[in-house]
């Protein structure tokens, strides 16, 4: 039921009507532009010479950092009304620092969090690294752990431009297809990738365990971790070491969830007469003594 306002009260009403709904098509206004200006900028940038970049941006009246920021929510792929439901352009800006894609030894969660006990529901997107750098696999698991929905084929995280000018991400377009929540209302936590795939997948096609141990096979993560460490001997760098560190710890935590089946006896045994490891790992901790900076 209605209550009859006072004529001074439904004038102060239609008068605050008229200034949200003006402030809210100059703020629709504002985004949109402001992603005009964003692929202007993408445009310039890439026509630009060598030492042409600066002079550009000073006759356009455009700072270096705002030009950045410009261009970062032009190639998120995001339109205007997402940033706007984000909350404008400095929420979408905090917001893309958020959306991240994996690395190659981590899962990717998007959901959305409940305010009250600060927990996902469901649904909840996993978002996989392919084999094929750049691209990757989504799969969505439904309110009952069951998985409901994947992609067909790896998808792009990179944005393409489109005929009329904008940008299109393929990854985060399957993403917010498949979860249908809000997209203001997104969380991203990043993890092992182990958590979402089987270690030791290899048992689903062994029905008893092999006759050589040495053909015997790895769980994923042990092999992960040896083929990191082995590449940071091999070519040493920081983001090697801290990956190679990062793959050591993610494989003790899962010996502990190995299974205790007869097929993994030669496994067990592989691993237990594998030196590598241990040789590879003091090589690598040699190197970052010597070559890393406090």
């Known amino acids: 039921m209605m209550t009859d306002l006072t004529n001074s009260l439904a004038d102060l009403a239609e008068r605050i009507r008229e200034a949200n709904e003006a402030s809210i098509a100059a703020e629709a206004t504002a985004i949109e532009k402001a992603l005009v200006a964003g692929r202007l900028l993408c445009d310039a940038k890439e026509a630009c010479a060598h030492g042409e970049w600066g002079p550009f941006l000073g006759r356009a009246g455009?700072?270096?950092?705002q030009a950045r920021r410009l261009m970062q929510i032009a190639r998120s792929g995001l339109k205007a009304d997402a940033v706007s439901e984000i909350g404008g352009i400095k929420a979408t800006l905090e917001w893309l620092g958020k959306r991240v894609v994996p690395a190659p030894d981590e899962v990717v969660f998007v959901c959305r969090e409940d305010a009250d006990t600060g927990n996902g529901q469901a649904p909840i997107a996993c978002i996989l690294p392919s084999e094929v750098e750049?691209?990757?696999?989504v799969s969505v698991i439904g309110p009952e752990g069951c998985t409901?929905?994947?992609t067909g084929k790896p998808v792009k995280a990179e944005a393409i431009r489109l005929g009329d000018g904008s940008y299109f991400s393929g990854l985060w377009e399957t993403v917010a297809r498949s979860l249908e929540i809000p997209i203001a209302?997104?969380?991203?936590?990043a993890g092992p990738i182990y958590l979402v795939i089987d270690?030791?997948?290899?048992l689903a096609d062994m029905v008893e365990a092999p006759i050589s141990t040495k053909k015997a096979p790895l769980p994923h993560?042990?092999?992960?971790?040896?083929?990191a460490l082995e590449q940071c001997v091999a070519d040493f760098t920081a983001e090697?070491?801290?990956?190679?560190?990062?793959?050591?710890?993610?494989?003790f935590v899962q010996m502990n969830k190995w299974p205790s089946d007869p097929r993994m006896l030669h496994t067990f045994a592989r691993i237990a007469g594998d030196s590598r490891p241990q040789r590879l790992a003091a090589q690598v901790d040699a190197l970052a003594k010597e070559r890393l900076v406090a």
């Open 240 to 251: 090697r070491y801290f990956k190679a560190r990062r793959l050591q710890k993610l494989c």
């Open 148 to 150: 409901f929905t994947t």
């Open 62 to 65: 455009v700072h270096e950092r």
């Open 221 to 227: 993560s042990y092999a992960a971790m040896v083929e």
């Open 134 to 137: 750049g691209f990757y696999d």
């Open 185 to 189: 209302e997104w969380t991203f936590t």
């Open 199 to 202: 270690d030791c997948s290899f």
